[in-house]
Structures are given as structure tokens and as C-alpha cells.
């Protein structure tokens, strides 16, 4: 099994997308205060030296795709999600409308290319002095790890849980890629 993935990350506009993916790509501004929507989509690449899945440590590129949360770029959407591994829904705190755009993104993004649950997560992302909880989300939400990120002032545990996620998502792509050999092989 390559020791590749492709993971998309997708919300609302101005919730935080771009810098979340330029600090856990290590590249670019983080908290400039300028807010630049970013136009279609940007595709971040990275090594991640140290995951570990089925017991072993290996070394994981990662092609993280940071995707506009203007729905201008719909007709982009296809060609984004194409062979996607694992979605990333970024919300803002205190925005109970941002619970149905994150459905709809579900349904776009995870529910129609047979993405699974396992392969999800959601950031509820604080930008600094950010109140108020996350929304309810629904139901489809479920069974998807949520998890509040902070940059300024607990930025080491967003690496963490991006690191658990990429290792939830190989995980997942190696047990899939075992049953489709245990299945030829009957
Ligand atoms: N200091 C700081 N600023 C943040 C943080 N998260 C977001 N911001 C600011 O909030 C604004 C919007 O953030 P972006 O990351 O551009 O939002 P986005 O989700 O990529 O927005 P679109 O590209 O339009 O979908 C920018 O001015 C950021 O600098 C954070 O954790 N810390
Ligand atoms: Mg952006």
C-alpha cells in the first residue's frame, strides 16, 4: 500500500481553513489578521515522519487540499474530491447556521463518494478570543471524531490530532486494502 493520501479539508468561508492548513503544513502565514479568501482551492504537500498504524511507525505524504468555502467554486467540487481519503469539516464556534452547511458538505463531500466515518473529522476551529460552543450538528455527524482546535495557545495538540487522524484514515485505507486481497484470494 502506498504511504500516500489525499485528504480534503472544506467549511464555510472565513473559518479558518487556510490557516489551519499552513500551520500543519509548516508553510505560509498563520494569524496574519489579513483575511485573503482563497480562490477555488490550494493543495498543500508534506511528509509526516511519524505515524503510527496496524503497530508500526512509517513515514506518511500527505496532500492536503484546502478548499474555498465559496460556493462559487461548486463546479470545482468534482475534481477536488476525486480519489479524496479523508475530509476535514472546519466550522466556526457560535455559528449555529454552520451546522447545515457542514450537511451539505457531508452530503457532497463524504456520503456521495463513499467516504466513510472513520475517514472524518470535524475541527470546531477558535480563532483567538473566539466564543460560544460549536453547533449541534446532525445526525450524520454522528459517529465522526470532533475536536476543538486552538492555535494560540494549544497549537501542539492540533498536530496531535491531525496526526490521529491521518493515522485513523491509513489505518482504514490498509484494512480495506486487506479485504480486497483476502477476497481475491478465496
Ligand atoms: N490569529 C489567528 N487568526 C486566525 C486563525 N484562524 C483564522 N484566522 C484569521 O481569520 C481569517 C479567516 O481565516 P482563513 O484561514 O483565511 O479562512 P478560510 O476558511 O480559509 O476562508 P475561505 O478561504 O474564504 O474559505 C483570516 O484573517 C485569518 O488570519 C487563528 O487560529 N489565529
Ligand atoms: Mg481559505
Same mark, same amino acid.
Request: charged content about 40%.
Given at each position: 500500500m502506498s504511504n500516500k493520501v489525499k485528504i480534503v479539508m472544506v467549511g464555510p468561508p472565513e473559518c479558518g481553513k487556510t490557516t489551519l492548513t499552513n500551520f500543519l503544513s509548516e508553510s505560509g502565514e498563520v494569524g496574519s489578521g489579513e483575511y485573503r479568501p482563497t480562490k477555488g482551492c490550494r493543495i498543500l504537500e508534506f511528509e509526516m515522519p511519524n505515524v503510527t498504524y496496524n503497530n508500526t511507525a512509517a513515514s506518511v505524504e500527505v496532500e492536503l487540499w484546502d478548499v474555498s468555502? $465559496?460556493?462559487?467554486?461548486?463546479?470545482c467540487w468534482p475534481v477536488i474530491q476525486r480519489g479524496a481519503q479523508g475530509v476535514i469539516f472546519v466550522y466556526s464556534p457560535g455559528r449555529d447556521e454552520h451546522a447545515r452547511v457542514l450537511d451539505n458538505l457531508y452530503t457532497h463531500f463524504a456520503e456521495q463518494q463513499g467516504v466513510s466515518e472513520a475517514q472524518c473529522v470535524v475541527f470546531c476551529h477558535y480563532k483567538p478570543g473566539a466564543k460560544g460552543k460549536g453547533a449541534k450538528l446532525s445526525?450524520?455527524?454522528?459517529k465522526i471524531s470532533k475536536i476543538d482546535t486552538h492555535? $494560540? $495557545?494549544?497549537?501542539g495538540s492540533v498536530k496531535r490530532d491531525f496526526n490521529d487522524f491521518i493515522a485513523s484514515v491509513m489505518g482504514h485505507m490498509s484494512d480495506v486494502v486487506e479485504r480486497q486481497e483476502n477476497f481475491i484470494l478465496q
Open positions: 468555502g $465559496d460556493r462559487t467554486y461548486e463546479t445526525t450524520s455527524f454522528n492555535l $494560540d $495557545d494549544d497549537s
